[in-house]
Each structure stands twice: as C-alpha cells, then as structure tokens.
C-alpha cells in the first residue's frame, strides 16, 4: 500500500523517546564526565565531603547519596502499606459508587504539584514536627520523608491496582468456594497473584521519591552531611542540583560535578525502570 | 444466459499456515442474490472478504488464483484496492454506523472519493437514504447522531452508506444476526429490491434466511465449496450427501 | 479468631484510603484557608511590588499560562503521532516493545534532570537563552509520556468495525485514521492532554533553568523572553527575599491559585473521562 509523507515520518516520531533518553544520557555525560578528570570516579561517589565552593573543592557525593536514600526509605516507610492498602480497598472491597468519589482523590492526590506540596510541609509540617519532638530545627529527614511517602502514594496505589484487579475473578471465587473468609482470600490469592505487578508499583514509587526534587529541597533541610538520625536535615541529589545549579559558572568543576549527579540519578531511576519492567511483564 | 460478475478460479487461502479456502471455483450472476451459507468457521466470511480485499487487513493472509470481477483479476489488474472497494460495497454483522451524524455517515464515502459538489452530494444522500426506505424516518433529523436510529435504522442507514457510492457489488457479512424479526424482513425485503441495480451477496449461517432472498445459495464447509446452484434446486434436491445432512439439521 | 483478623485486616485497608483522601483534603483545606485571605482581584490582575512584597502574581499567572500553551503545541502532535505510529503501523512486535520500554523510562527520569538537559540544549546549545521556548520545550519532552499513553490508549479503544467500514467504502489507511480513528479517539486523548497541562503547570524542577525568573516588571513578548511561573514563585517567596512576614501571606495565595488552577486541570479531565464512557453507545 502506498503511504504519504506523514506516513513516512511516523516511525521517526514514533522514535523520538529514545532519541531523547539518548540525548539526556549523551548530555549528561557530555556534561558531567569531566569532572572525573579532576575527582577520580571513586572519590566522586564515595567522598565524604560536598564543599563545592571552599578552596579548594571538594566533590564527594556520598552524602548526598545517602540523603536520597534516607529520604526515600522513609518515604517508602509510608507509601508502600499505605498505597497498597488503597489498591486493595478500591479493587477487592469498594463498590462503584464508592470508587468513583474515591479514586479521584488518589488521582488528585497525584496531580499536586510538588512545590505545593513543599509548601505545606514548610508552613505546616515542620513547625509541628520541630515542636513535637523538641528540635531545633523542623526542617529534617523525616519531614521530608513524610511528605515524599504522600506523594508517592499515589504511584504505588494506581498501578498496584491495576495489577490487583487484572487478577481473575475466578480465584477469588475459587477461594471463596473453599470456605475462605474476605482477607484470608486477600493476603492467600489475590496478593500473591498480583506479586510482579505490586513489586513494579513499588519499585515505580521508588523511583518516584527519589527523583522528586522540589519537596526535598524545601524541606529536607539541605545540610549536606551523612547521618544516621531522621531527625537531622539532609541534602538529597535532586536539592542539590536544583539548588546550586544557579550559581555554579557554566563550564566549572562544580557545573560538572552537578551533571555528574544528575548522570547517577539518571542511572538510578532508569535502572529501575528497567526493573519495573521485567516485574510488569510477567 | 445469465452474466457471471465476479468469478474465482482455484482460489486458496491461508492465514499464516492454516489453510482458510480450499480451492474454490465459483461464478456470482448478475444483478441477483447469492447466498453463502454453512456452519460457523467453514470460512464464508474469508470468501466475502475476498471480493473486496478486505482481508488484506490481517497479517500473514496468502493467496492463490484468481478472482475476476468484470473480468479484471481483483488481485492482478486493478489499480488499487480502494477502486475496488469503490466497486464492491459491504455491510457487516456487526451494526457499525461511525458515531457522527446520519448525514454524515452517508457522505463518508462520497469524500472519499472526491466529491465536491455540495448540492449533488445533497442529492444523492438523499437518494440513498430513500433506496433504504429510511428517508421517512430521518429526514427532519439527519444532523442526529446516527446512534439515536434503533438497530434496524442503524443496519440500513450502513447499507445507504454502502449504496452512496454506487457500488456494482454489496456484500452482505450476516447483516440481521443482531437485528429483531421485524428489522430483519425490512433489510430482506430491501435486498430483494436492491438486486435490480446491484449483485449481492450475503453471507449467513440462517438457512430459512439463504431460501427467503436467495437466488443461488453456495454451501461450504470446512473451507471447501461443497455446492453452487439455485437456490430451489439445492433445497429440494441437494446433490452433494454433507448438504443434504446440513439442510436436514444432522450438524452445523 | 480468623473473623478478628479479618476485622482487623478490613480496617487497615479502610485506614489506608482515609489516610489518602485526609491528606489530600488537609492540604487542600489548610491551604484554601489561608490563600483565600489575600486572594482579591487585584491580587490576581497586578504585578508585584516594593521588591516582592506587595501587590499581585499577575506576571506568573501569565507565564504559567504561555509554558503550558507551548508545552501542548510541541508535546501533543509528537505523542499523538507517536501513538498512531504504535497501534496502527507497526507491525514487528519486538520494536513496539522496545518503544513502549523508553515510553516508560522516559516517564521515569527525575524532573531536575530534564531541567539539566533542557539547560545544556536549549539554553546553551541552541542558544534560546533562559526563555519560555526552552522551558515549554524541556516541559514537552518531560510530558510526552503522558500523552504517548493516554492517546495509546484512546486509539486502542476505537473499535475494529469503524475501521473496517471505512476500508470498505474504499478509505485509504491514512483517511481512515484521520477522519475516523482520531476523531473517535479524541475525547481519550484531551483527556491525556489535559493531564499533561496539569503536570506541566504545576512542575518546577524543569523550569528552574530553563524559563524562569524571579521578578519581572513587564510581561513577556516573545517565546525567547524568560517569565515568572507560579510554582517558581512560591518557591522563591519562601526561599529568597529578606521580608518573609510579608512574603509568606503572597506565597499561600499563589499557591491557592497553582493548587486551584491544576485542580480543576485534573477535575475536568476526570469528568470528561466518566462522561466519555457513560456517551460511549458503541
């Protein structure tokens, strides 16, 4: 059959998302790699020290890393049980009329945009936390973790239905037919079934809090030291970048060093994608 | 000496390795109603979605032989398949008006195939809807969704849509499986009047259905044509055993 | 003792939804309460004043709204082009996959991240400058997903007849696409679209680099002008500045207004999908 020139041109716009995460990967190696021609790749990742404007430098993104990570933990801390709870409730026990007022809260709980959400954890959350715990400063992992752990709620519970309500009628009533109650047909059929795709919400929800940036840069605190205390401010990749990305002059180590970063996170959050993926396909 | 419009020759079909059309020769007259019947999967359909290449659709359809339509082998000679289509109409069994308007889903094909003059469009939609006897129904709403027509409108209004474009040939996919008795007679009756301008073909597994509008009625099973005549002769006087066995209900 | 389990299961279940939708009305209300307080129409029609400090968010109301248009006009023929290429043309299996795998990668990458490449080729590379061409076209890309997805989905969804009742009055495959599959599809995909305004509007990582500005007395005039943004600008009354007791009052209006506007985004696409398919007769 003949095509005409739009035709033609599908497959390459079809391509274009390749194109990009190519790009995106190019650029930041392109942008980042040099510094590791200065900090050795080792030090970079595993230095103790971030002081990107002392004199001299210091570029070691261990810290950060392990800001991210905290964060991210204690994020998940509250999304996993908390989002897999409201898959569950909105495919096994809600009936329609429910889940039609219901799901569109989790679907606006999703669609807050993150600096709101950093908002409200600045004026609300970290006065209330530094006042409960007695700290001197509201502004901490935890705080962040709490906020993160809302936001990635949302991701966690949505696919996670999907794959709790893809999974045939027929088991549960199989269950049922044995006698089974509503919960031990949910915690012995339906859950297990669901396995790959729940672990793909989860891992999708990882993904989800370690890149989010706005939320953690206003209220995680931004001190970039490694520690094991919930209660002290952290400085996660994401906040690092978008905090000094401004003053770091084009082309200087720290301008690098920031790309470096951003090429980790990339890594990081493709990485599990590709993760989510296998999970998603069984 | 009746004309023949379409005629196969040694036709075979296959999707991907299963054969679907088994050698088959067959020749369609003119201006008359065939019917194809026989049980689900004997590959009746296939056979009608041959005449307008609509099969080309599906990945991995192969074909042999020849399929002539005015003697122009449909596979070999014509231009493209849309010329074809423009001769060969179809209607389907699954009542499938596009969801616009009434008007509109009759001037589909028409800008298809470049008609620009409105006030001759506006004229031959209105011809075709009146050939469906459906003109009195809808005249004063032909700017409604065609989904507001009940099922029975709804099949003819697909069948004015197919007429439009004044086609030689109107395949018939089991247009009344979805329909009630009394929408069915309406497109039966339709039929019968229909075949004065064109060929038609209809494809259904009803055998009450095939003696009611046919002229000539095709049986086949299991991708083989197993007998082609008059539609009296072949329900009085089957000649092939697995017909008369079809005709009497021991299968199908 | 298995009924107590059960009791006890169903009601973490219930406990988990009314953690979400408590949170989401929390954030809601709390922020409504106190943005309501300073919102007037002045506040919403004037430019800010006396360094930030008085006057309206009129300049980020506007910015907002140019990123969001360019944003839809790069990113919507891309995705619905892209999708159309998916379900209607390609034929070979293992290259849908390997499209629909970046697809979802690329919805994976961290937001600050699009912002880095967004800075390095647009900005830089292709010297549009901090602008709101570069912001729409960094947002474009970070949306794309969105819309890939939901006009996948759309397309998907027009039924196999329609297609083929059009083949049979002699369509070609590209007449048929484009006067039946796409305007059956097309509540399907403003509904995508509508989403991705709403991210789009609401992200601020992106932008950061790319479009935004702290203050401007004038509106822009051109896509290479830079502009003040919404979600920027709460960030920036609550992290820069000198007189917080005047800029936090600022910062909850402005975030009544970002939480308002990509609210009704969401809602309105919520409601064009349930009304969708309670109009759908086929």
New interface residues.
Partial sequence: ?K??F??R???I??????V??F??ML??F??GTPIFKSVPIFRFIFGRHWYPVHEPPEFGILPLICGSLMVTVGALIIAI??????A???S???NRAVR?V?K??????A??????????G???LAPMIQKIFHLSIGLTAFTASVILG?MA??TV?SIAEDAISSVPKALREASFALGA????T??RVVVPAAKSGIFAAII?GI?RA?????TV??IAGCCAVITPNFFKPVRPM?AT??AE??EAP?GSMHYHA??AI?LV??LI??G???I??RFKER | MVNHKIIAKNLNLWYGNSPCLKNINISIPENAVTAIMGPSGCGKSTLLRVF?R?ND?I?GTRITGEVLLDEQDIYKDMKDV?????KV??V?Q?V?????TIFENVV??L???GWKDKAKIEKQVQKSIIDVGLWDEVKDCLHKNA?SLSGGQQQRL?IA??IA?EPEVVLFDEPCSSLDPISTAKIEQLMEELKEKYTIIIVTHNLQQAARVSDYTAFMLLGELIEFSETNQMFTTPKDKRTENYLTGKFG | M??Q??LI??L??????L???I??LA?LI??SI?GFKVLNIGFLLEVPKDGMTKGGIFPAIIGTLYLSIGTVIFALP?GV??A???IE???HKGLTK??R?????????????????G???FV?LFNFGVSILSGALTLG?MI??VI?KASEEAILAV?K??K????????????TIT??VF??ALPGIITGTI?GI??A?????PI??TAVTFYQRLLPHSILDEVMAL??H??AL??EGTASEYQ?PI??GT?VV??GL??S???IA?LIR?RGRRAK??
């Fill in positions: 059959m095509k005409n739009i035709e041109l599908l497959p716009f079809a391509l274009l998302t390749w990009f995460l790009g995106i650029i930041l392109i942008e049980p908390f989002g897999l709870g409201c569950i409730y909105l096994e026990i809600a039609e219901v569109p809260f989790i679907e606006m709980l669609g807050v945009p993150s600096v709101v959400y950093g908002f409200f600045m004026v609300l809302v709620l949302p519970a109650n509503q919960w031990e949910i915690t999708l993904g370690i890149g989010e940036t706005m840069l206003m994401t970048i978008a990305m401004g084009m920031l790309f951003g996170l990339f959050t493709i599990l994608s590709l989510a993926e | 307008n609509l659709l990945d849309f010329s074809l289509r423009k109409g179809m389907f699954k499938n008006p596009f969801p616009k589909y094909g800008k298809i195939h989904f697909c849509r197919a474009i | 298995r009924k389990k059960e299961g169903l973490a279940l219930r406990v988990s939804i953690f979400a939708v949170s989401f954030i709390f922020i106190k891309l082009l892209s159309i290429y998916l043309y390609a034929k390997t499209i795998i970046g697809v979802d990668a690329l919805a994976g990458v961290p937001s600050v991240v699009f912002g880095l490449f800075l390095a080729v830089k890309i794309l997903p890939i039924p007849e329609f083929e009742a059009s083949f049979a009055v002699g369509a070609t495959k590209w007449q006067k039946i305007p059956t989403l709403g991210r509007a609401g992200e601020t990582a950061l680099f979600p920027y709460i960030y609550m992290t936090v910062a909850y975030a970002l939480l990509v609210m985004i969401n809602f919520i349930i007769k086929w």
